[in-house]
C-alpha cells in the first residue's frame, strides 16, 4: 500500500465516449502528477500540479483535460480518444518543491488504471 | 539530447547476486532514481542517489558515480518474488526537476 489509490483499476472505452480517472493520495503531499506508460517506452510524464496549480503540460492533446480541486485529488478527464492512447495511466504523488526547498521530493505511484479505447 | 540507458532483460538464479546497470546523459543532474514495478502495479520507490557511493539498504543497494554518467542497483540473495522490473529515473536541476526514465530492466529470477 503506497497510500495513492486509483480508480478504475481497468477502463475500456469507444473513441466516442468522456470517461474520467480518479486518483487520491493519502500521504499529505502538496504535487501530484499524471504519467502515461505504454509498452516499449519509458514513462512519459502528462501533467504536474503544484498546490493544486498546474505548473506542467508536457505538450498532451487537448482530449486529455487534468482537474486537482484539492491537494489530495487529482482527475484525468478523457474526451474523444484515439487507440494509440490505450496504456497504463499511473498517478503519483510527493512534497511539492519549493524555490530553494530542499525536499527529495521521491514520487509515490498509485496501481495505474489500465486503459483500453477501441 | 537526454538518455538513459539500461539492459532490456536479465536472468537470475534465486539466492544470486544480479547488478542492474544505468547509464545517463542529461543536461543536469539532481539525483537519480531506482523504483521497482511488478507486473500490473505500481512503480515502488527502491533508493535515490545524489552523491558519489554506494547507500545499502536491506537486500538492495544502489550506486552512483556521476563523473561516469553511471550508477548500479545490486540485488543480494534473490527471491522468485524479485521478480519485476527496475525503472531508472534521473531528476533534472533548477525548474525542470522533472524526471527523466529508462525503459525498465525485466528481471527474470528462476528457482
Known amino acids: 500500500e503506497t497510500g495513492v489509490t486509483q480508480t478504475p483499476r481497468h477502463l475500456v472505452m469507444g473513441m466516442t465516449n468522456k470517461k474520467s480517472l480518479k486518483c487520491e493520495q493519502h500521504l499529505g503531499h502538496n504535487a501530484m502528477y499524471w504519467y502515461k506508460q505504454s509498452a516499449k517506452k519509458p514513462l512519459e510524464l502528462m501533467f504536474v500540479?503544484?498546490?493544486?496549480?498546474?505548473?506542467e503540460n508536457n505538450s498532451v492533446p487537448s482530449r486529455f483535460s487534468p482537474e486537482c480541486p484539492n491537494s489530495s485529488h487529482l482527475f484525468l478527464h478523457l474526451h474523444t480518444l484515439q487507440p494509440e492512447d490505450s496504456a497504463l495511466y499511473l498517478c503519483a504523488s510527493s512534497q511539492a518543491v519549493l524555490s530553494g526547498g530542499a525536499s527529495t521530493d521521491t514520487q509515490y505511484f498509485g496501481p495505474g488504471t489500465r486503459l483500453t479505447v477501441l | 539530447g537526454q538518455n538513459i540507458d539500461q539492459p532490456t532483460e536479465m536472468t537470475a538464479t534465486e539466492g544470486a547476486i544480479v547488478q542492474i546497470n544505468c547509464t545517463y546523459q542529461t543536461s543536469g543532474f539532481n539525483g537519480l532514481f531506482w523504483y521497482q514495478q511488478h507486473a500490473g502495479e505500481a512503480p515502488t520507490f527502491l533508493s535515490y542517489?545524489?552523491l558519489d557511493g554506494l547507500e545499502e539498504k536491506g537486500r538492495f543497494s544502489s550506486f552512483l558515480s556521476r563523473s561516469k554518467g553511471y550508477s548500479y542497483l545490486l540485488l543480494k540473495e534473490l527471491q522468485m518474488k524479485d521478480s519485476a522490473s527496475y525503472l531508472c529515473?534521473?531528476?533534472?536541476?533548477?525548474?525542470?526537476?522533472?524526471?527523466?526514465w529508462g525503459l525498465g530492466t525485466s528481471l527474470a529470477v528462476n528457482p
Open positions: 542517489n545524489v
Open positions: 500540479y503544484n498546490f493544486k496549480e498546474q505548473t
Open positions: 529515473a534521473v531528476r533534472g536541476v533548477g525548474n525542470n526537476r522533472k524526471l527523466i
